[in-house]
């Protein structure tokens, strides 16, 4: 057989592992390569050359004009694995490349080739200049990030028992990011075990967590995790931004796509994950334009890629501790928990809820450890076959008793009111009256929570809310969907007012605002404004805190125009 026939054929079996493999890696024409030129740069690399290295910022795109590249995947135990050959009318990239994050594969040169470089600034302009051909560069890049995801390729390793709290923890972390990862178990993985013999972790280091460069951190926080690989940006040479979000909800990104689309500086914060609660929701069935539903994560998940298309910085995970409104030198200034000062000439507060926890003795013991407050694909491998409880009444507990079902032997549905029709929406109660395996048991309140020696949960107890009656059972996984309190305490001191739940008061709601023409989300203090869930008032759906992500963007141009108009 001949070489080139070899090659083809290898590349063919290579194209075969992806999902959609014509969309994962098309092929431009000379006539679109050509459309692409004026925003690229000529580069050359030699045989065995990087384009690119895991863990290293990537410079951008390349499309390839001549030569062959060598994709491959690079972990932090030293293992580097083929996975795919570009040639001629290729491009290399994925969704990393819209903000310069870390390489998540190898790029290397095989024989001289010549490339087309488009670095990330270009590429964004690049996405919106050229629709259709930026459509097509989009899709392929989201799918590269799925199949690498799906395919556990790149990314951090994790090695743990996969029911430790910390694997949980961290998995549902990168889950929630989109961020590939894979995980190896001590008791089964050859590397794994010689890892563990060389570090000797304690139950309380689990897990071990390898980057690509081979830094070896035991169970790191969220924070640590994502500086370590490369996930956290920041303020760019002390740039000031038209606009700061506090929160990376629907809401935020909502606000960020409009804002960043209409050309105004975004730059976005949050402290776990984009999506906040509704990106926990395991399926979205009243959204509008979804008519199956769609689930939180993949919704915003689009919304995530559209915010950095048009050149939104999204600094995950990260903390803003005060705010200062003082407006030294005409700007607001944010705390962030990295010591960095953010600086905007407004503020969107979309910093939305936390979840509520409780009064149920040792809870805090538990969380992590068999308490959750989401329903994760990672959180429901946990109760494949097992009995589960859910305490809650709301849409999202719903959703999550549904998407259990699908896993878990039985859903104990644990609801303190009579009934559903107050706080649920019809359609899903139907489905959850039709689901055999959940139980609903009304006027119900859990009491206690028992575990084992390791602190993990075992049991739980509950008791009617109308008789003496109590009751037990052997349960593992907690589910806690009892609503959320307002995240504003970073918001002290600064002058924005609250009402008594802690929620931000917008327009003429505020004492300070009456008889002044305010916008209806502006807050007590002028260029502060708050939308979603924060907000108090606001309905508390994800197409309501959509569109208040939207309507905000009119009240910021307002307000930055008249702040650049010169005194009279």
Not at 46 to 75: N, W, Y
Not at 511 to 535: C, F, I
Request: proline share 5%.
């Amino acid at each position: 057989m001949a070489q080139d026939e070899v090659q083809r054929t290898d590349r063919e079996a290579q194209m075969a592992q992806f999902t959609r493999p014509e969309q994962t890696f098309p092929t431009l024409t000379q006539v679109e390569i050509e459309r692409l030129r004026h925003f690229g740069e000529l580069r050359h690399f030699e045989d065995g050359e990087f384009l690119f290295e895991t863990g290293k910022p990537g410079p951008g795109m390349f499309v390839v004009l001549a030569g062959h590249v060598a994709i491959a995947q690079r972990d932090g135990l030293g293992h580097v694995t083929p996975v795919i050959d570009q040639g001629p009318g290729q491009f290399l990239a994925e969704l990393g490349q819209l903000s310069g994050r870390p390489a998540l594969v190898d790029g290397r040169a095989e024989g001289d080739v010549e490339v087309l470089l488009v670095p990330p600034d270009r590429l964004r302009a690049l996405l919106v200049a050229e629709a259709e051909l930026g459509e097509r560069i989009m899709r392929a890049l989201i799918l590269r990030r799925v199949n690498l995801i799906q395919g556990g390729i790149g990314g951090p390793v994790l090695i743990g028992p996969s029911n430790s709290a910390g694997v949980v923890r961290l998995q549902g972390f990168l889950t929630r990011n989109g961020q590939p990862h894979h995980l190896l178990d001590p008791d089964s993985e050859h590397d794994a075990a010689e890892l563990i013999a060389r570090y000797s972790p304690k139950p309380e280091d689990w897990p071990l967590v390898v980057t690509a460069g081979g830094t070896v951190l035991r169970n790191p926080s969220e924070t640590e995790l994502g500086r370590a690989i490369g996930m956290i940006g920041g303020a760019k040479d002390n740039r000031i931004y038209d606009v700061a979000i506090v929160g990376c909800g629907p809401a935020g990104l909502a606000t960020a796509v409009y804002a960043a689309s209409e050309g105004l500086s975004v730059a976005v914060v949050d402290t776990r994950a984009f999506g906040g609660q509704a990106g926990a929701s395991a399926r979205i069935e009243n959204y509008l334009g979804f008519p199956t539903g769609i689930s939180g994560q993949a919704l915003a998940g689009r919304a995530f890629t559209q915010a950095q298309k048009f050149g939104a910085d999204i600094m995950i995970p990260m903390s803003v501790s005060s705010l200062d409104c003082s407006r030294t030198n005409g700007t607001f200034a944010l705390a962030l928990d990295c010591g960095d000062t953010l600086r905007s000439r407004a503020v969107v507060v979309a910093s939305g809820a936390r979840y509520r926890r409780p009064d149920i003795a040792n809870l805090d013991k538990f969380e992590g450890r068999g308490v959750w407050y989401w329903a994760s694909p990672v959180e429901a491998k946990l109760c494949a076959g097992e009995e589960v409880a859910l305490v809650g009444a709301g849409n999202s507990a719903g959703q999550a008793a549904v998407f259990l079902s699908g896993h878990a032997k039985k859903v104990l549905m644990i609801i303190r009111g009579g009934g559903l029709g107050a706080s649920m929406s019809r359609y899903l109660i139907e489905r959850i009256e039709a689901t055999p395996n959940i139980e609903l048991m009304f006027n119900t309140e859990i009491t206690a929570l028992e575990g084992d020696e390791t602190s993990l949960l075992r049991r739980i107890r509950w008791k009617s809310r109308l008789s003496a009656d109590e009751d037990e059972a052997d349960i593992r996984n907690l589910f806690l969907f009892v609503g959320a309190d307002p995240a504003t305490s970073w918001l002290d001191g600064c002058g924005v007012t609250l009402d008594r739940g802690g929620f931000v008061v917008t327009g003429a709601q505020s004492e300070l605002n009456q008889g002044k023409l305010v916008a209806p989300l502006e807050t007590s203090v002028p260029g502060v404004y708050a939308v979603g869930d924060v907000r108090s008032g606001s309905v508390k759906r994800v197409g309501g805190a959509i569109g208040e992500g939207a309507q905000v963007v009119a009240s910021l141009h307002g307000y930055l125009g008249d702040a650049a108009k010169p005194a009279l």
